[in-house]
């Protein structure tokens, strides 16, 4: 295909006036058969990220990839962390299912909950053999399910057609220092991404990737300040005071999950040509990651010794540390993703699109004790003592999309109608067992202290048509009516639950307006439900310190979303302009009362959330060799109803930050240099539904932040790169909930590309 040709192709494709595409000269390129599509003619505003754009970043996980992306916030704590949950403008950072991120069409997000322990399955995925990731904001599309609400992320690998490798090496060094722990935390990558076509028609490629790092302390173990005075307890030195999110007085007895993560990903994907209009492609990925999260205590007896648990005294007030406040915990994780995927063109009128996914646990165990050890809890190399030890190993989800698209008419452009069906089965499972050694799974008892389980199924049948009304006129209507099932749910100690079986419809309208001056104008609208998952209806159990509280008679959150959006092609660039609006019934949230420790997931009335969004990206800009894109979202949230607590009506909705910005910039100096400088803000949000927590600059709050990211690179040839970058350079002190997030962070890599 000419480059003017395929300039104006994908200017058509992305919305862009074809006067911009005219002007462009695009580099050479291999077009080859189209992936399958997710979402088709998805009427929602969008962004991409490109693997050149990766290799200006500092990248170690995949999801760094998306740090500069508009109004998208990924909960990593540390490098390696495997609670990255996706945060958007319409979704907080607790709202894991919310959001859908897929692979080559293969589902990696973890919809068996909806809070901080079920992320996307990142792993799965090795930056190296990235090509690029879109993402998609809003539930606007007929193919996609309710959890699109917050944004859909496409990530999409290279299909090699010739022989390639590539191989990275990583180093990293963060000096933490904060309350009473000052210390450096480390950690080193290895990753190799291998492709090749055989014969024209077979092509394949092999991932592995290993990474060991060690993170800064994640959370405290904290108490109260008593408002009496006391002489009881062991006198104790090396208590911090603080001051909690909602203002009260506190003390810290140490720091708590320190975690040494070691994790391994290997994957292979075959695809095969069967001609040139019909491509199958198998994938089999396999992770595994072990871990421990160590402690360390403030404390100290007059002898000097540590104290670990137990009655003690702080500046005469008596506090009881538990057993489990500074307990370490051991896990073990094995992952794997079977996947199979079919796209072919039947005709000039017709083509379908088959994908399914099997994504199974056959490992997976955690391990924490619950008496004193000798030496302490929290000293690396303890051992001994009772515990408990959770066994999750039959939990994952089954998925199956069929799509068919069909372009009637003689010259196949005014229509193109997309209509299929959808298939989840999502499986949980926990039991928890009482051991005699809790490093020892051979010393559990015969039966579970603890046990829930309970699956749920979707069949959705869903029709899209966007219908060309004139050359500058698009109208996109859709459908999606969806048959949800909850069934087997079992937890100990609680009568039988019943099954349930609902169906529910989801209509969708969009229209598109390629206005004068190379204006693109869309408004899109969309009905969509969120499903409670599985967890939400049935996993009751105690989770370390914190009691999760299940409800099986949740109701699925109904959502409104409306986008108002304005796209301008400049030279070199192009500008967005959204407006947007989502009013949700039945919010669900989980709140974690911090005084009795009890997290309880609820309906709630209506929430709405409106804002504005500015996104803009220019290839040199102001001069040659300088690209730029940056963004800045206003959001104003507020919880319009809640028949249960009438208090809250009024209040932020939680996580939603009012502002966010980014700006990322890199240079090519010459042949062989190039730099970059990334900035990110977020402001004002609340953690708490009644927003009580006014104190944004301790550990449990949420806080304001600016951090400034930079990035140095150097060619030594064709072949060989390697760069030295600072995140957070600035230093910034902020937390995420209880969670304080990286300091400076200094990070080397040197990668070969052929």
Same mark, same amino acid.
């Given at each position: 295909?000419?480059?003017?040709?395929?300039?104006?192709?994908?200017?058509?494709?992305?919305?862009?006036?074809?006067?911009?595409?005219?002007?462009?000269?695009?580099?050479?390129?291999?077009?080859?058969?189209?992936?399958?599509?997710?979402?088709?003619?998805?009427?929602?505003?969008?962004?991409?990220?490109?693997?050149?754009?990766?290799?200006?970043?500092?990248?170690?996980?995949?999801?760094?990839?998306?740090?500069?992306?508009?109004?998208?916030?990924?909960?990593?704590?540390?490098?390696?962390?495997?609670?990255?949950?996706?945060?958007?403008?319409?979704?907080?950072?607790?709202?894991?299912?919310?959001?859908?991120?897929?692979?080559?069409?293969?589902?990696?997000?973890?919809?068996?909950?909806?809070?901080?322990?079920?992320?996307?399955?990142?792993?799965?995925?090795?930056?190296?053999?990235?090509?690029?990731?879109?993402?998609?904001?809003?539930?606007?599309?007929?193919?996609?399910?309710?959890?699109?609400?917050?944004?859909?992320?496409?990530?999409?690998?290279?299909?090699?057609?010739?022989?390639?490798?590539?191989?990275?090496?990583?180093?990293?060094?963060?000096?933490?220092?904060?309350?009473?722990?000052?210390?450096?935390?480390?950690?080193?990558?290895?990753?190799?991404?291998?492709?090749?076509?055989?014969?024209?028609?077979?092509?394949?490629?092999?991932?592995?990737?290993?990474?060991?790092?060690?993170?800064?302390?994640?959370?405290?173990?904290?108490?109260?300040?008593?408002?009496?005075?006391?002489?009881?307890?062991?006198?104790?030195?090396?208590?911090?005071?603080?001051?909690?999110?909602?203002?009260?007085?506190?003390?810290?007895?140490?720091?708590?999950?320190?975690?040494?993560?070691?994790?391994?990903?290997?994957?292979?994907?075959?695809?095969?040509?069967?001609?040139?209009?019909?491509?199958?492609?198998?994938?089999?990925?396999?992770?595994?990651?072990?871990?421990?999260?160590?402690?360390?205590?403030?404390?100290?007896?007059?002898?000097?010794?540590?104290?670990?648990?137990?009655?003690?005294?702080?500046?005469?007030?008596?506090?009881?540390?538990?057993?489990?406040?500074?307990?370490?915990?051991?896990?073990?994780?094995?992952?794997?993703?079977?996947?199979?995927?079919?796209?072919?063109?039947?005709?000039?009128?017709?083509?379908?699109?088959?994908?399914?996914?099997?994504?199974?646990?056959?490992?997976?165990?955690?391990?924490?004790?619950?008496?004193?050890?000798?030496?302490?809890?929290?000293?690396?190399?303890?051992?001994?003592?009772?515990?408990?030890?959770?066994?999750?190993?039959?939990?994952?989800?089954?998925?199956?999309?069929?799509?068919?698209?069909?372009?009637?008419?003689?010259?196949?452009?005014?229509?193109?109608?997309?209509?299929?069906?959808?298939?989840?089965?999502?499986?949980?499972?926990?039991?928890?067992?009482?051991?005699?050694?809790?490093?020892?799974?051979?010393?559990?008892?015969?039966?579970?202290?603890?046990?829930?389980?309970?699956?749920?199924?979707?069949?959705?049948?869903?029709?899209?048509?966007?219908?060309?009304?004139?050359?500058?006129?698009?109208?996109?209507?859709?459908?999606?009516?969806?048959?949800?099932?909850?069934?087997?749910?079992?937890?100990?100690?609680?009568?039988?639950?019943?099954?349930?079986?609902?169906?529910?419809?989801?209509?969708?309208?969009?229209?598109?307006?390629?206005?004068?001056?190379?204006?693109?104008?869309?408004?899109?609208?969309?009905?969509?439900?969120?499903?409670?998952?599985?967890?939400?209806?049935?996993?009751?159990?105690?989770?370390?310190?914190?009691?999760?509280? !299940? @409800?099986? &008679?949740? *109701?699925?959150?109904?959502? $409104?979303?409306?986008?108002? +959006?304005?796209?301008?092609? =400049?030279?070199?660039?192009?500008?967005?302009?959204?407006?947007?609006?989502?009013?949700?019934?039945?919010?669900?949230?989980?709140?974690?009362?911090?005084?009795?420790?009890?997290?309880?997931?609820?309906?709630?009335?209506?929430?709405?959330?409106?804002?504005?969004?500015?996104?803009?990206?220019?290839?040199?800009?102001?001069?040659?060799?300088?690209?730029?894109?940056?963004?800045?979202?206003?959001?104003?949230?507020?919880?319009?109803?809640?028949?249960?607590?009438?208090?809250?009506?009024?209040?932020?909705?939680?996580?939603?930050?009012?502002?966010?910005?980014?700006?990322?910039?890199?240079?090519?100096?010459?042949?062989?240099?190039?730099?970059?400088?990334?900035?990110?803000?977020?402001?004002?949000?609340?953690?708490?539904?009644?927003? !009580? @927590?006014? &104190?944004? *600059?301790?550990?449990?709050? $949420?806080?304001?932040?600016? +951090?400034?990211?930079?990035? =140095?690179?150097?060619?030594?040839?064709?072949?060989?790169?390697?760069?030295?970058?600072?995140?957070?350079?600035?230093?910034?002190?902020?937390?995420?909930?209880?969670?304080?997030?990286?300091?400076?962070?200094?990070?080397?890599?040197?990668?070969?590309?052929?």
């Amino acid at each position: 295909m000419k480059r003017k040709t395929l300039a104006l192709a994908l200017a058509s494709t992305l919305g862009h006036p074809a006067a911009w595409a005219e002007e462009q000269t695009l580099p050479e390129m291999i077009v080859s058969q189209p992936r399958p599509a997710v979402a088709t003619n998805n009427p929602s505003p969008s962004a991409e990220v490109s693997q050149d754009q990766m290799r200006e970043m500092n990248v170690i996980n995949v999801e760094d990839s998306l740090k500069y992306t508009p109004s998208i916030f990924i909960r990593k704590r540390y490098v390696g962390d495997r609670n990255g949950i996706v945060a958007s403008r319409t979704a907080g950072s607790l709202q894991s299912a919310w959001s859908l991120v897929y692979a080559d069409g293969l589902l990696l997000s973890n919809l068996l909950g909806n809070s901080y322990n079920f992320p996307p399955r990142w792993n799965i995925v090795g930056s190296e053999e990235i090509e690029n990731i879109e993402v998609l904001y809003g539930p606007f599309s007929a193919l996609l399910p309710g959890n699109s609400a917050g944004a859909t992320i496409l990530i999409n690998t290279r299909k090699p057609q010739q022989f390639e490798a590539h191989a990275r090496v990583q180093g990293w060094s963060q000096d933490y220092k904060h309350y009473a722990t000052d210390d450096t935390y480390r950690g080193h990558q290895e990753q190799l991404a291998l492709g090749a076509r055989v014969n024209g028609s077979l092509s394949w490629s092999f991932l592995f990737n290993h990474l060991d790092t060690h993170s800064q302390p994640i959370n405290f173990a904290t108490a109260a300040v008593p408002a009496a005075n006391s002489g009881a307890g062991t006198p104790v030195t090396g208590g911090v005071p603080y001051t909690n999110p909602t203002n009260v007085p506190s003390m810290m007895f140490g720091a708590t999950s320190l975690d040494h993560s070691v994790q391994d990903t290997m994957k292979i994907r075959l695809a095969y040509d069967f001609t040139p209009d019909t491509r199958a492609a198998l994938t089999y990925a396999y992770w595994q990651n072990d871990s421990f999260s160590d402690t360390r205590t403030y404390l100290r007896n007059a002898a000097g010794q540590p104290i670990w648990s137990g009655s003690v005294n702080i500046d005469n007030k008596n506090y009881t540390v538990s057993t489990s406040a500074l307990a370490p915990s051991d896990s073990n994780t094995q992952n794997q993703l079977l996947g199979l995927s079919l796209d072919s063109r039947l005709s000039p009128d017709w083509s379908i699109e088959l994908s399914a996914s099997d994504y199974s646990t056959p490992r997976d165990i955690t391990r924490t004790p619950t008496t004193a050890v000798a030496g302490g809890l929290g000293q690396p190399g303890s051992a001994g003592g009772a515990g408990t030890i959770t066994f999750g190993d039959e939990s994952g989800w089954k998925t199956l999309d069929a799509r068919a698209i069909w372009k009637p008419g003689q010259d196949r452009k005014n229509h193109t109608v997309t209509f299929g069906y959808h298939y989840d089965h999502y499986t949980y499972s926990s039991a928890k067992y009482a051991a005699s050694s809790w490093t020892d799974d051979s010393s559990i008892g015969a039966s579970p202290v603890s046990a829930t389980m309970g699956d749920t199924r979707t069949d959705a049948v869903f029709a899209q048509d966007a219908w060309k009304l004139d050359p500058r006129l698009t109208l996109t209507l859709g459908w999606r009516t969806e048959r949800w099932q909850a069934f087997n749910g079992f937890i100990s100690g609680y009568a039988p639950i019943a099954s349930r079986d609902d169906t529910y419809h989801s209509p969708k309208a969009s229209l598109a307006w390629r206005a004068a001056g190379d204006w693109l104008i869309r408004g899109s609208v969309a009905r969509a439900y969120r499903m409670p998952t599985v967890t939400e209806l049935f996993q009751t159990e105690k989770i370390g310190v914190v009691t999760q509280i !299940s @409800d099986p &008679n949740l *109701n699925p959150e109904k959502i $409104l979303a409306t986008d108002l +959006t304005a796209e301008h092609a =400049l030279e070199g660039g192009n500008l967005r302009l959204s407006l947007f609006d989502q009013r949700t019934d039945n919010f669900l949230t989980s709140q974690l009362n911090l005084t009795t420790n009890v997290n309880r997931v609820q309906n709630i009335g209506r929430t709405r959330i409106t804002g504005a969004e500015a996104a803009y990206e220019a290839v040199d800009f102001l001069m040659p060799g300088l690209d730029l894109n940056g963004s800045l979202t206003y959001t104003d949230s507020e919880i319009l109803s809640d028949p249960g607590n009438p208090a809250l009506v009024g209040r932020k909705v939680p996580r939603i930050p009012d502002w966010r910005a980014s700006v990322f910039a890199s240079y090519r100096f010459d042949e062989r240099w190039t730099g970059s400088l990334g900035l990110l803000y977020s402001g004002l949000q609340f953690g708490n539904l009644d927003n !009580s @927590d006014t &104190n944004h *600059n301790d550990t449990g709050s $949420l806080s304001k932040y600016t +951090t400034v990211d930079v990035k =140095l690179g150097y060619r030594f040839s064709k072949l060989i790169r390697a760069s030295f970058g600072i995140d957070n350079l600035s230093n910034e002190d902020y937390f995420i909930g209880p969670h304080p997030f990286p300091k400076r962070t200094y990070q080397a890599e040197l990668r070969m590309d052929y």
